[in-house]
């Protein structure tokens, strides 16, 4: 099964609109990690939010934020006020601990962002 | 602002010869981290490595890979007789912690593409 699931293989978006790009994911754990990651053209990986399981509140960092629903285990991004440059992959990622002792993190399959003008 | 750096950005080698991809994580992270990711897909994992042992590692990472912290600073993968399967992007990462905290977040680099030919 998968451990992290993005389901939406392109998004579009109007410049300065918001988006939110899917990220649901699966795991037994109760401590774990979800974090996104974007990846411009250019093939950096350029890590953008963090959420803790047990953080109470929704991540935000700027134009980022997290939707968080624990319960439906989904930790959607949403780009607000999207900018030409927002155009890349973006993966969502989880760390869990695994069977080795360790915590390695999964990543999606991403969802390609075009920001057009 | 500290960053992961990576040499080369570009390797291209024939099929059978042995490739190092070298990187340098933030100073002050203890773990360190190779993933891959063939083109137009999802990032793998290969290996971590922490206080100069492998920690952990994926069925990826066979015995053709090795790791490799030679100094206080650098932080090598060699792959011994490369494969033309082995074209990808690979990325070194590092963190300070290996936990699903925030703090754990883990810091990519640039990326190095090696192209087997």
């Known amino acids: 099964a998968q451990k992290i699931t993005q389901t939406q293989p392109g998004m579009f978006v109007q410049e300065k609109e918001a988006v939110t790009l899917d990220c649901t994911y699966d795991?037994?754990?109760?401590?774990?990690?979800l974090f996104w990651y974007k990846q411009p053209s250019s093939g950096e990986m350029i890590f953008l939010i963090y959420?803790?399981?047990?953080?109470?509140q929704n991540a935000t960092e700027g134009r980022y934020s997290l939707n968080f629903q624990k319960a439906r285990k989904s930790a959607n991004l949403v780009i607000s006020a999207s900018q030409l440059g927002d155009s890349a992959m973006y993966f969502c990622a989880m760390r869990e601990h695994t069977s080795g002792g360790s915590y390695i993190p999964t990543f999606g399959r991403g969802t390609s962002l075009i920001v057009h003008p | 602002e500290p960053e992961v750096t990576q040499t080369p950005s570009h390797q291209v080698t024939q099929m059978g010869q042995e490739v190092i991809l070298r990187c340098v994580p933030i100073?002050?992270?203890?773990?360190f981290y190779w993933y891959r990711q063939i083109l137009g897909q999802k990032v793998e994992f290969l290996v971590s490595?922490?206080?100069?042992?492998?920690?952990?590692k994926s069925e990826i990472f066979d015995d053709q890979f090795s790791v490799e912290r030679p100094d206080g600073s650098n932080f090598t993968l060699k792959i011994r007789s490369t494969k033309l399967e082995d074209s990808a992007m690979y990325f070194c990462a590092s963190s300070y912690l290996a936990g699903v905290k925030g703090t754990d977040t883990q810091y990519f680099g640039p990326g190095t593409r090696l192209t087997v030919l």
């Open positions: 959420q803790g399981s047990y953080d109470q």
């Open positions: 100073s002050n992270h203890l773990y």
């Open positions: 795991t037994s754990d109760p401590s774990y990690g």
């Open positions: 490595f922490y206080n100069n042992e492998i920690s952990e």
